[in-house]
């Protein structure tokens, strides 16, 4: 039996290849690209522009002399062409919040000069409470709010990620999986755990 392309778990719609695709993102091979490419900031909501703000004290040494200039001049985040809040940008490419460092790996290697996010560096110091916008967390799904306040989930497919396809294949590991931490801590444990029965009940029927 077909697996339909929509999915209804709790008041979100998912695409259902968010729960067939595999993925797991490759550093390694990346170094973070995701942070960089692009021609607009991560999508960021109000509160979190405030959160971002409140992080500025700690975050403000890691990033470079030209973010810094642009939070000066527009703050951390601006309205797109679209008309959406997104993290401010450098030279129309990088996030003011990009930062670049050498990565341990769980296997034991490097990824030398990984672009990472340094709002994520600095709370996984302990020195905040706010990790990162939920968008960028989340990613590749990308999140939409409809006027009846239900919300749909998509998986975005880039270039960019073909590396992370294929670790995933090599894992056996479902985006919904991969995502596990990003998805509870948006939409809650009880809802994280009827999707992945979803999932499960999914599969048997394929």
Same mark, same amino acid.
């Given at each position: @039996?077909? +697996? ?13 290849? +968010?729960?067939?695709? !595999? ?14 490419e ?11 522009? @405030?959160? +971002? ?5 700690a ?29 401010? +940008? ?12 050498d ?13 990472l ?6 709370h ?9 916008? @939920?968008?960028c ?9 409809? $006027?009846?306040?239900s ?23 479902p985006?919904? $999986?991969?995502? $596990? ?14 999707l992945? !029965? ?9």
């Amino acid at each position: @039996m077909p +697996i339909p392309p929509i999915i209804q778990v709790g008041n979100v719609l998912l695409s259902s290849d +968010i729960l067939t695709e !595999e993925f797991c993102c490759d550093l390694a091979v990346c170094h973070g690209a995701c942070c960089v490419e692009g021609d607009a900031g991560a999508p960021v909501q109000l509160h979190e522009i @405030m959160d +971002i703000e409140q992080s500025l004290d700690a975050v403000w040494p890691l990033l470079h002399a030209s973010a810094q200039a642009v939070i000066d001049r527009q703050g951390v985040a601006y309205t797109d062409r679209d008309g959406d809040l997104v993290t401010s +940008i450098v030279g129309g490419k990088d996030c003011v919040f990009t930062c670049y460092d050498d990565l341990s790996l769980t296997d034991g290697t490097t990824a030398p000069q990984c672009c990472l996010c340094a709002l994520e560096k600095v709370h996984r110091q302990g020195l905040t409470t706010f990790c990162k916008p @939920m968008s960028c967390a989340l990613y590749p799904i990308r999140e939409k709010t409809f $006027r009846d306040g239900s919300v749909g989930l998509n998986y975005h497919r880039w270039v960019i990620c073909d590396c992370a396809r294929r670790k995933g294949s090599q894992l056996h590991l479902p985006l919904y $999986r991969f995502l $596990r931490e990003p998805l509870v801590r948006r939409f809650g444990q009880e809802w994280y755990d009827e999707l992945c !029965e979803v999932a499960n009940a999914l599969r048997v029927r394929s």
